[in-house]
């Protein structure tokens, strides 16, 4: 019998004891069993399969989840300041949605292009694309892959006979794969809490090539699967598609939330730093007859009257009044946040947009440079990414053939463009083609200038028609003279 990837692990833990790890190592393992038929059998090592995701894989999840949302746990969870009448700000910084919402803007602002050679099996991927909104799922699935390193999306037939595609969530849903080399999926599970208040269960739904199966546990804790029903569906492979970040399955922003959190702490200490400069503590320097309800008096009015005592000769003694604070290094406390600044943007491979360096009049070819480790995690991620596209459209291409609605393995040889989402350097581009003596029809000149002319078909139509207008408006005033 195969458990659960014990889980194919082979490799043991303890050599990590006394390490500091954010997450387990197991957080960002995929599972491996020997069949699917097996698994269906062994309704104690499907247990705790879930189990396992639950206590391991999920909880990493949601703290990426949270740095996404601005809730960046590190500091959040923070003990507080040991002097109870001190300032304890917590401030957060959402450089994580920063990263995930470049990565995605900039791989999927401008929308995938599917192409077929073939005239009638396009038609039919636009109507398909059309159908599941591609562009808007392929955005959704590439921030899921940028924050949690993995995405995940549900083929279904509804009841209309329309084939659809959802968006599934990574916190509940995950693959099994058989253990060849070849890393074939066998099954896909997606579960949920169901119930309010103290009945509370879970709904488990796992995916083959050729079943729906439904399970339920009435205890949260339990994990005991009991099989409610089981269903055929018509795509003759498991019909939850995996899309991954890269080859080890991480996000985006993962390997900076340290550095994030020490962004978060030192804003924070500045932010604690100048509450208490407020607060700060009134020296006096003297013997001053002065008792608590002078003082009280004196605070409230805003104002300080200090009259010396005299000493023995008769003479004034010595009284000063001054603050005590904190110092602060302001150059070496700033130079330090913008290191944590520049290491976020380095480690990430995302530009600082504020940065005057960056920002400034920069020709195409510097922006290229600039942009390279950028453009090399854009290149990594459409491999991958046109590889699970081939399977969404596989898959929706099985069942569009038991409807008769394709042909088998039509979908096959789909091409698909991806353009970064970059602003262009019409200008330089243009100089540099009338430096080498190009010339330009006007229709295409139009075409450089979308921003000014939406149509340049219908522009050029204008054109003429001013210009024969100017025309008979001349030749007439030529007559008249």
């Known amino acids: ?100 919402n470049f990565m995605q803007g900039f ?40 924050i949690y390193g993995r995405a995940y999306e549900l083929i279904h037939r509804n009841q209309q006979d329309q084939t659809k595609v ?32 103290g009945e509370r269960g879970i709904k488990v739904i796992l995916y083959t090539d050729k079943k729906i199966y439904t399970y ?44 994030i959190d020490l962004y978060d702490a030192a804003q924070s200490d500045t932010a604690n730093y100048m509450t208490d400069l407020n607060d700060a503590m009134l020296k006096i320097l003297g013997n001053v007859e002065l008792d608590a309800g002078e003082a ?40 330090y946040k913008g290191r944590l600044q520049t290491d976020i943007h380095k480690f990430t491979n995302t530009p600082d947009l504020n940065d005057e360096n960056f920002a400034g009049q920069q020709s195409g070819e510097a922006m290229k440079y600039k942009l390279f480790g950028l453009e090399q995690i854009r290149i990594n991620k459409e491999r991958l990414f046109k590889r699970s596209l081939n399977r969404r459209y596989k898959l929706i291409n099985n069942v569009m053939h038991l409807a008769s609605e394709a042909g088998k393995g039509e979908f096959e040889g789909l091409t698909y463009k991806f353009t970064p989402n970059l602003p262009k350097s019409t200008r330089e581009a243009v100089d540099m083609f009338n430096a080498l003596g190009g010339e330009l029809s006007q229709e295409t000149k139009l075409k450089i200038i979308p921003m000014i002319v939406e149509n340049p078909e219908e522009e050029e139509k204008r054109i003429t028609s001013e210009r024969a207008k100017q025309r008979q408006s001349m030749s007439s005033e030529y007559m008249r003279n």
């Open 296 to 335: 009280k008096k004196m605070k409230e009015a805003n104002i300080i009257f200090l009259k010396p005592t005299q000493n023995a000769d008769g003479a004034e003694g010595r009284v000063e009044a001054d603050y005590i604070y904190k110092q602060y290094d302001v150059s070496g406390s700033e130079a």
């Open 216 to 259: 339920f546990t009435s205890n949260m804790g339990d994990y005991n699967l009991t099989l409610k029903s089981e269903v055929d569906h018509p795509f003759g492979e498991v019909p939850i598609n995996e899309h991954s970040n890269n080859r080890f399955r991480q996000g985006d922003f993962e390997n900076v939330l340290d550095l």
């Open 1 to 100: 019998m195969n458990h659960v990837n014990n889980f194919e692990l082979g490799e043991s833990t303890s050599g990590n004891a006394g390490k500091k790890r954010r997450f387990s190592k197991e957080a960002n393992i995929q599972y491996t069993f020997e069949s699917a038929e097996e698994l269906v059998q062994d309704t104690k090592e499907l247990s705790a399969i879930l189990k396992h995701h639950i206590e391991h894989q999920r909880p990493r999840l949601t703290v990426l989840d949270d740095y996404y949302l601005g809730e960046n746990t590190t500091i959040s969870a923070a003990n507080r300041r040991k002097e109870d009448d001190k300032a304890d700000h917590r401030a957060k910084h959402n450089y994580a949605k920063y990263v995930s």
């Open 166 to 197: 959802y968006l599934s969530s990574p916190l509940e849903t995950f693959l099994i794969y058989d253990t060849t080399i070849e890393k074939n999926v066998i099954a896909g599970i997606r579960y949920f809490s169901v119930g309010y208040g």
């Open 107 to 146: 791989f999927v602002g401008v929308p995938v292009s599917v192409r077929h050679k073939d005239k009638s099996t396009q038609e039919k991927i636009n109507e398909i694309n059309e159908t599941i909104e591609d562009a808007a799922l392929n955005a959704d699935i590439v921030l899921d892959l940028s």
